[in-house]
Every structure is written in C-alpha cells, then in structure tokens.
C-alpha cells in the first residue's frame, strides 16, 4: 500500500483527521505560515488541506521551481509563495554575515563581530579607501586655503 493510499485509508477510519475543535475555531481568518513543507507529495497536501479549512490565506517558503500540484494548491488554499530555501532565509548554517554588504564568513578573508553588527575584511577594506580618499581630499582643501593666503 502506497503512503496516498494509506492517508486515504486513515482518514476514512478516522472520519477526517483528528484536528482538535478549539484549534478549528482559533484558526478561522487566520494566516500559517508553510515551512519545510512540501506541497508537490499527495499525503502532505492532504494534511494541509485539513488544516487551512477556514483560514485567511498565509505562506509558504520553499524555492522554486514549484510543481503544477503545488501551484494550484497555493491557489486553492489562497498561499502566497516566498520564493527562497529555507537555509538562505534562516541561515541554517550559522555562519556570521556581514551586515554591511551581506558576504558570508565563508566568502570573505575575515569577519569582526561586535554584539550588534558584524562587518567583513572587504567592507572594512572599502571604508579605509574611503578615509583616504576623504582624508587627502580634505588635505587638498587645506592646501589650497594655505597656498592662497
């Protein structure tokens, strides 16, 4: 017997699956949010479609491409697709990330981490650029006031 057909059997035993009453009256007109779920097999889709009775929509992280049986599920079920891999958006990986220009520890030579920020060797590369670049045009105004006197 096929994981489908078990489902189905189950639920007919069952009466439709086992969905407490106070979680049937708490989710009207509300919004779920779908991760790690994955709509394109028949036995999630089918425990999902029990669960979003009554909802007002909601999400559903996963990349793309998204199959057929997906696409109209979403539909059905009023889901908007977030377009992205669940390690990218929660950086499963745990790796420190620039927040400057969004490199991650893995992509660059160094990272410096402070309790509220963390900033790369090519961010802080660009800022000493930066200061010079500010430093000697600053030195050039200086110069000219001087030379002009």
Known sequence: MG????????????GGFAVPAFLKKYRKGKKYLFLGADFSKDTERMVANELTLDLDGGYYVKEPPLSKKEEKFLKRHNLTHIPISLEERF??????????????????????????????????KTCKVLQKANYLQEKKKLWDIL???
């Open 91 to 124: 950086n499963m990986d745990n790796e420190k990330i620039c927040s400057f220009c969004g490199r991650k520890q893995s992509e660059v030579e160094k990272m410096f981490s402070t309790e509220k920020s963390t900033i790369c060797s090519e961010c802080v």
């Open 3 to 14: 994981s489908t057909d078990y489902v189905d059997w189950i639920t007919e035993v069952m």
């Open 147 to 149: 030379t002009n006197i």
